[in-house]
């Protein structure tokens, strides 16, 4: 009888570190504003508020070709000139972890 009883207690262990552990995963999380009419600052970041200096940010046209390749700076921002084509801004964690902004959703000054 105390074989199933260790074998319960070992899986609901092995389900609690499960749970732990994307306990403390975060998001990536980027948000661009317009400074102005010509330019665009984005700062990206994780919802565990900690910043994401050196991660890629690039700005994207419609057709795929990459405008603008970036990183953001060491206080986490990139500041480029708005685009004269249709585009969209990619921030790429990695695998599964990229968030996309739309021109059209990008905050007005």
Do not use: W
Not at 20 to 49: V, Y
Not at 61 to 81: C, H, N, Q, V
């Amino acid at each position: 009888m105390t074989q199933p009883i260790h074998s319960l207690k070992a899986l609901l262990l092995v389900l609690c570190a499960g749970f732990g552990a994307s306990a403390l995963a975060h998001n990536p999380m980027c948000e661009c504003k317009a400074i102005d009419a010509e330019q665009i600052r984005c700062t990206g970041g994780f919802s565990d508020g900690s910043g994401a200096p050196g991660v890629t940010l690039d700005v994207i046209g419609y057709d795929e070709s990459i405008l603008l390749p970036g990183k953001l700076g060491a206080d986490s921002t990139l500041t480029f000139k708005k685009p004269d084509t249709a585009f969209y801004v990619l921030f790429d964690v990695g695998p599964g972890h990229v968030v996309e902004i739309d021109q059209a959703d990008i905050q007005s000054p």
